[in-house]
């Protein structure tokens, strides 16, 4: 992932904890819009990291051990702890998002993980497609962050195709280096 700038992981949650993560009757559901040059078509919301349920903030503390454990092991630095948390529903047939790169705001790694239904994912080099999967529940799609493993780092350009059958779930962690809510440049 430090040289690609991407992996996947096909089995990363149990149906059991997704459905621990999936739902959160606090959160405030928004449509998304266009931002910048960034097309897409869903509803989202936000919680700042540590204001989400306990088997949240396990998950994604979890997943920056052992992710900075393997780092370390490689002569990587440790990534930083996540902040921020975003759920994105992406209805069936319309649902997408265009081909981005998160902004530079967004350091260390992107998790996102699919909680319900499928959608063609790719990333995105100087020539085309330089891989695409179909997601699932359960499915963790990782992204280099700015500024890791170096300063210079970015991430990949990506984007999602709409859901052929049904609605799409996804939770997305990151670490914004300006704290939690502090925004980011389109």
Same mark, same amino acid.
């Given at each position: 992932?430090?040289? *690609?700038? $991407? !992996?996947?992981?096909?089995?990363?949650? !149990? !149906?059991?904890?997704?459905?621990?993560?999936?739902?959160?009757?606090?959160? *405030? $559901?928004?449509?998304?819009?266009?931002e910048g040059g960034v097309q897409q078509h869903a509803f989202g919301s936000y919680l700042p990291f540590d204001e989400t349920l306990p088997a949240v903030r396990a998950l994604g503390d979890r997943l920056v051990a052992d992710l900075s454990d393997a780092a370390l092991r490689l002569g990587l630095p440790a990534l930083p702890r996540f902040n921020e948390v975003t759920w994105g529903r992406y209805p069936a047939g319309t649902g997408r998002i265009s081909a981005h790169q998160d902004p530079a705001e967004y350091g260390g790694v992107i998790a996102v993980f699919t909680l319900q239904g499928q959608a063609l994912f790719r990333i995105l080099?100087? *020539? %085309? !497609?330089a891989a695409e999967w179909q997601t699932g529940p359960g499915q963790l799609a990782l992204? /280099?962050?700015?500024? $890791?493993? /170096?300063?210079?780092?970015?991430?990949?350009?990506?984007?999602?195709?709409?859901? *052929?059958?049904?609605?799409?779930?996804?939770?997305?962690?990151?670490?914004?280096? %300006?704290?939690? %809510?502090? %925004?980011?440049?389109?």
């Amino acid at each position: 992932m430090s040289e *690609q700038g $991407w !992996t996947k992981i096909p089995e990363a949650l !149990t !149906t059991a904890v997704i459905d621990q993560v999936r739902e959160d009757d606090r959160r *405030q $559901w928004r449509l998304l819009g266009d931002e910048g040059g960034v097309q897409q078509h869903a509803f989202g919301s936000y919680l700042p990291f540590d204001e989400t349920l306990p088997a949240v903030r396990a998950l994604g503390d979890r997943l920056v051990a052992d992710l900075s454990d393997a780092a370390l092991r490689l002569g990587l630095p440790a990534l930083p702890r996540f902040n921020e948390v975003t759920w994105g529903r992406y209805p069936a047939g319309t649902g997408r998002i265009s081909a981005h790169q998160d902004p530079a705001e967004y350091g260390g790694v992107i998790a996102v993980f699919t909680l319900q239904g499928q959608a063609l994912f790719r990333i995105l080099d100087g *020539q %085309g !497609t330089a891989a695409e999967w179909q997601t699932g529940p359960g499915q963790l799609a990782l992204l /280099r962050g700015a500024g $890791w493993p /170096r300063p210079d780092s970015r991430c990949p350009v990506h984007e999602v195709m709409p859901p *052929q059958v049904g609605d799409r779930t996804i939770m997305t962690f990151r670490h914004n280096l %300006g704290g939690a %809510g502090a %925004g980011y440049m389109v």
